[in-house]
């Protein structure tokens, strides 16, 4: 596993920069299962943000597979 493909990607950056902000919204929440649920949204867009990374090489190979299979 290439950790660089990860940290580089805008989409993980961002995701994981979303931390400040859920930070500083949970700071002036009440202390209920409500900062659980923004955190757990939080926590959600980050690992769908590390998924698409992951899965983008196998998208793009599939792409290929069938340019290759519409020319024979």
């Known amino acids: 596993m290439q950790i660089g493909k990860y940290v580089t990607s805008p989409g993980v950056i961002g995701a994981a920069f979303g931390a400040l902000g859920t930070a500083r919204k949970t700071q002036s929440m009440r202390r ?4 659980y649920i923004v955190w757990g949204v939080w926590a959600a867009g980050l690992a769908l943000a590390i998924a698409s990374v992951a899965m983008q ?15 024979h």
């Open 32 to 35: 209920d299962w409500r900062r």
């Open 57 to 71: 090489e196998q998208d793009e190979n599939a792409e290929l597979e069938r340019k290759d299979a519409k020319q």
